[in-house]
């Protein structure tokens, strides 16, 4: 069974322009959670959404935001990059029922 | 608030036993997750405790006091590989299937040989 995937893993982008990530679950997972990682701050849970609604929300501004489509696929936005924005940004998806998640390979972003 | 305390570093040598402690003070409480991070990687999962008492699984085990607060992760017979990052992380989150996962900073293990 493939694993969670995320695209694209490497980007650079500028303060002031958005970005969108996308992650696909692993087959039959529904939970779709999504992770900030950076050396200061260590891991932090930005949101989490199940069945295409956002079930839970971590403490980030509204600059942070996603979706869920009806195939469990998941896209993140962050609008006006700002520089402490570069981080590596996580997907995890579970079933949903049981605690598990699994994480995908995570985006790396970098503000200039 | 939340909070997840674990050591920041700890060194050990190839073929040795190490324990990773891990308190936490979390509102809410569905489990606990210890995941495995390489440098550059993503975060692999370890194990999983919801009831109290021990979980073994190969070379690592993982213990948990509901009561106290308190959490370890065993790992034996030490290899070269094990040399990463170890995480450990309570589920809270709304409803008996939240998943919001809250990680402790990490503890980094180095193993010598």
């Known amino acids: 069974k493939a694993g969670v995937t995320q695209t694209p893993r490497y980007l650079i982008k500028t303060r002031g322009q958005q970005v969108t990530l996308s992650c696909s679950p692993i087959s039959g997972h529904r939970s779709v959670s999504w992770y900030q990682q950076t050396p200061g701050q260590g891991l932090q849970f930005l949101f989490e959404y199940f069945s295409e609604t956002q079930r839970n929300k971590g403490n980030f501004p509204g600059r942070f935001s996603g979706r869920q489509f009806s195939n469990s696929r998941s896209e993140m936005n962050v609008s006006t990059l700002e520089l402490g924005d570069s981080a590596l940004y996580l997907c995890a998806s579970g079933r949903g029922i049981e605690g598990t998640q699994y994480f995908g390979p995570g985006t790396r972003l970098l503000v200039l | 608030g939340q909070n997840i305390d674990q050591p920041t570093e700890m060194t050990a040598t190839e073929g040795a036993i190490v324990q990773i402690n891990c308190t936490y003070q979390?509102?809410?409480?569905?489990?606990l997750f210890w995941y495995q991070q390489h440098a550059g990687e993503a975060p692999t999962f370890l194990s999983y405790n919801v009831l109290d008492g021990l979980e073994e699984k190969g070379r690592f085990s993982s213990f948990l006091s509901r009561s106290k607060g308190y959490s370890y992760l065993l790992l034996k017979e030490l290899q070269m590989k094990d040399s990463a990052s170890y995480l450990c992380?309570?589920?809270?989150?709304?409803?008996?299937?939240?998943?919001?996962?809250?990680f402790g900073g990490g503890t980094r293990v180095l193993v010598k040989p």
């Open positions: 979390t509102s809410g409480f569905n489990g």
């Open positions: 992380a309570v589920r809270t989150g709304t409803g008996a299937a939240g998943n919001k996962l809250t």
